[in-house]
């Protein structure tokens, strides 16, 4: 099996969908990937090595949120150092692949940053795969122990046709894959809205959540 390197793009420290994301990716592959967290790499005095190494990856694989329409500012700064590395690289680079996961209920939103990260992709001259888009992100983690069945099993069909395109070497290139979780539009805009209350609660803000401080000001 190739060595697979794999970029984790969030900006959490821990309990991020993209780790789920990578996590599951490795349980269908059935193999060991080297996770490497973009906020911490950046900071890494042997932030150098470390990106050499994983250029020396046969796959790579860029997993992150969708932040406004683009990519988290940790990530962007990341491959930029991937970049520049990658042009001085005398071996052979890998062939990107991405996961972008978001927020919001439409897995469309994902298209234009999947389009970055093949841009960066061509740029860095690394081979380009293909990525997956999946919207309604916040609702993977409760689906995660069981993603075969029920209406996250779209999701899950979409992460085992990227391994198997993997496994089997077809490295040719081919559209993204577009996919969000069959829940109803109401049911998930719902369990966001309550899901904000409990954190709003948790932390003690719960009257503030109808503040409106500007109200009156001139």
């Known amino acids: 099996m ?20 990578i996590e599951k990716t490795e349980e269908i592959l059935g193999v060991k990937i080297d996770v490497f967290q973009a906020t911490k790499l950046i900071q890494s ?9 994983i250029l020396e990856a046969e796959i790579l694989l860029i ?32 062939v990107v692949y991405a996961i972008c996961n978001c927020g919001f209920y439409e897995a469309e939103h994902n298209t234009l940053a999947l389009r970055m ?66 829940i109803p539009r109401f049911l998930y805009r719902l369990a966001g809205e309550i899901g904000w209350l409990q954190m709003a609660r948790k932390n003690g803000v719960l009257r503030q959540l109808n503040a409106k401080p500007h109200a009156g000001a001139k």
Request: net charge positive; glycine share 10%.
């Open 2 to 21: 190739k060595r697979i390197a794999a970029i984790n793009g969030s900006p959490k420290a821990a309990g991020s969908v993209s780790g789920m994301l």
């Open 45 to 53: 005095e042997k932030a150098p090595e470390t990106i050499a190494d």
């Open 63 to 94: 997993v992150f949120p969708l932040y406004v329409d683009s990519l988290p500012a940790p990530l962007v700064k990341l491959l930029m150092l991937i970049q520049q590395s990658a042009k001085t690289s005398n071996s052979p680079l890998p």
């Open 117 to 182: 990260l093949r841009s960066f992709a061509d740029r860095a001259g690394l081979g380009w795969g293909y990525g997956i888009g999946i919207g309604c992100g916040g609702f993977l983690p409760s689906v995660s122990k069981n993603m075969k069945k029920g209406p996250a099993a779209n999701v899950h069909e979409a992460l085992y046709s990227l391994c198997e395109t993997i496994r089997i070497n077809d490295f040719k290139e081919h559209g993204d894959v577009l996919v969000t979780p069959k």
